[in-house]
Every structure is written in C-alpha cells, then in structure tokens.
C-alpha cells in the first residue's frame, strides 16, 4: 500500500489526483488541509505519514507579481521544513511548469521551488522528481485562473462573450491524462529528476474558442450532441459541460407532436455515435448511483414520475430533479458526478438511455458510489 499525501488537495489538480487515486487498489490517501503550512505540528504529522508527497499547492496568478512569487517559494519552504521535522524521506513530486522558461514571477518560483527541492533531496537521499507540465484544462476548473478554457466556457455557459486577446498556439494536456501521468510516478514507472509531460494536444486560441462556440449554439441552446471526432474534442465538450448550471438547466423540456394518433417525441440528436437502450422501472426502485470519468450520458424520462440525483464526487450537494412523462424531458450525467434515477411514481417509469460509447466490459468506465 502506498501512502500519498498531496499539498493543494482541493485544487483542480489536486482534487482531481485525490479522486483518480481513489479508484486505484494499493493506493491510501493521507488528507491535507491548506492550513497545515501554518501549522508546523500537522504539516510535520501529515510529512511523516506519507510515502509519497506530491506538492501542488501554489498561487497560478494574482496582481501583484512579488508576493505570487514569494508565497511560492513560501510552501516549499514549509514543506521541506515538515519533512525535515518528521525525519521521514518520502518520494516528492513537484507540480512544475513550461513557463519556467519565461522571465515572469510564476516561471521563476516554479524553477526555483524546484531547485529547492533538489538540493533537499540530495543532501536527505530521498526520492525526487519534477514534473514540468503543459498547459492544462478540464472539468470544474476556476475560470480567469486555471486556463483559458475553463474562462471562455464560463463565459459561455453564463451569457458572457469571450475575447480573444492573443491567438497564440497552446500545447495541452488534459486533465485525467495528467492524473494518469502522475499516477505513474508515483508508483515508480518514471524516476528522472525532472519529468517533461509531454503535451497531447496543440491547438490556437481561436480554433478552441470556435469548438466551444459550436458547443454553446448546438448543445447549450438546441440539446444536439454535436460531432466530436478526436479524443480532444471529446474532453474539451466535457469540459465545457461542466460549468453549465445544472439547476437552472436541467430539466429540459422535450418537444412533443401531438395529433389524432397520439404523440410523437424526438428524444436526441447526435453528431456522434454511441449506445441507445431503453428501462423499465418499478415504483420505488432506484438505478445508478455511479459515475463516469470520460463518457457523456442522457436519462430521458419517457412514461411515469421520476427522481434524479446528481453529486459531484468529493462534494456533499445533491442536486435533485423532478421529471414526469407526461413533459418528456431528459437529464445529462456530467462526468466525475454520481447520479442515479428513483421511480416516484405508482405506474411503471419508462426511461431511454443513451451513452457516447458501447459498453465494454473490460473497460466499462463505471464507478459505484452512492449519491
């Protein structure tokens, strides 16, 4: 069992590294709290329960470049001082950056924490690598402050219009893939001092923001699933549904075609492929209560009274929503988000379901937890 403790846990990085190593057998996560750094006793306690450390905690940006840059070298300095206190040596990964090579505060705390942390490793004997990371995006991060499309699907999803201020060229990666790269380290597969993550992706501001765009008119405000041919394309529509305001969103109103032979209801319209099926539920009984990390899925509520439950893993809020067949109307399960679906109603719930991908037993991509 390996014991890894991560600085910044609550981050978007972190929480995401916190959640993909819960999946993991062999892996115990040790909690951190940020107020550790200004406690010399618990960040000594939490340095000797590690095995391995992973240090994301850092300041990305903030107005005044000096104290971005002094609170930078600030943490490392604490965190060696807690491992120095514990006398225990674990293996430290330290979260680095591309813009090391640029002459601005974030670089320079960046090359400089890490040169700290060499020098460290060296002279204890412990276990040390730097992982110099492209720039990275995913589900849930913190718009003007973690990329710039975490900013511009905000901005989308709440009425705002991005602009584009520089089109440069951006090498990225996201975020699972990084979790995925971590995870390697730490369980021994890299051991350089200093780990480049390569990039799996490049593209210009301007082509990303008229993906998104394409998101916003086709999915936001028509409920077509558009066409997403690369995986990139994929991660980018997840998340950029991420930051859509589930409560004020969901449900959404199916349109019905009523006439003398009954009514006719189109449930979705798809850019891409995937997997189509349909349940019946008895009253009282509830399906689901799990997640998904990568896959993109809709619960339309046909026929009967239904309940749906969303959480976000790591959290405590459940959002609920209330559909009834009588208003066809569907759901969509963002991902890293637990949901089930509970017939409230005393007939029989008739639910159609559709999922981006066929259902693959070796690689379900299904994650049991309870809402």
Same mark, same amino acid.
């Given at each position: ?61 903030? @107005? ?5 840059? #002094?609170?930078?070298? %600030?943490?490392?300095? &604490?965190? /060696?001082? $807690? ?85 440069? @060229? ?5 975020? #699972?893939?990084?979790? %995925?790269?971590?995870? &390697?380290? /730490?369980? $021994? ?183």
């Amino acid at each position: 069992m390996i014991k890894v403790g991560i600085t910044g846990q609550s981050g978007f990085v972190g929480s995401h590294l916190y959640n993909f190593l819960g999946l993991k057998s062999g892996i115990q996560r040790i909690h951190f709290e940020d107020n550790y750094f200004n406690n010399a006793s618990l960040m000594s306690e939490f340095a000797g329960n590690c095995d391995v450390i992973v240090h994301l905690a850092a300041m990305n940006r903030h @107005e005044d470049p000096n104290l971005l840059y #002094n609170t930078n070298i %600030d943490l490392v300095g &604490k965190l /060696i001082s $807690g491992l120095e206190a514990s006398g225990n040596r674990p293996r430290v990964i330290f979260s680095s950056s591309t813009q090391e090579e640029l002459e601005n505060h974030y670089g320079r705390s960046k090359k400089e924490g890490r040169l700290m942390f060499e020098k460290w490793a060296a002279y204890s004997g412990a276990s040390f690598t730097a992982m110099v990371i492209p720039n990275v995006f995913g589900p849930y991060g913190k718009p003007h402050y973690n990329s710039v499309v975490a900013t511009f699907s905000h901005l989308l999803t709440h009425g705002g219009e991005p602009q584009i201020h520089v089109d440069g @060229e951006l090498k990225l990666i996201y975020i #699972n893939e990084l979790v %995925d790269q971590i995870y &390697k380290v /730490i369980t $021994g597969g890299v051991i350089e001092t200093v780990f480049y993550v390569p990039y799996t992706s490049e593209k210009k501001v301007s082509a990303i923001l008229e993906l998104l765009n394409s998101y916003k008119n086709q999915y936001l405000d028509k409920g077509i699933i558009p066409q997403m041919e690369p995986v990139f394309e994929i991660n980018l529509f997840n998340t950029f549904r991420s930051f859509i305001d589930n409560s004020s969103y969901f449900p959404v109103r199916l349109v019905q075609h009523t006439d003398d032979r009954g009514t006719f209801v189109e449930t979705m319209k798809l850019g891409v492929g995937g997997q189509v099926s349909f349940s019946t539920t008895k009253p009282g009984i509830t399906r689901g209560n799990h997640f998904h990390t990568r896959k993109i899925e809709r619960f339309a509520v046909i026929n009967g009274k239904a309940r749906i439950q969303l959480r976000r893993i790591g959290t405590d809020e459940i959002q609920e929503f209330l559909l009834d067949g009588n208003e066809p109307s569907y759901v969509d399960m963002p991902v890293w988000v637990t949901h089930n679906i509970t017939n409230i109603g005393d007939d029989e719930l008739l639910t159609v379901f559709w999922i981006n991908e066929w259902y693959n037993p070796e690689d379900p991509d299904t994650y049991f937890e309870q809402v």
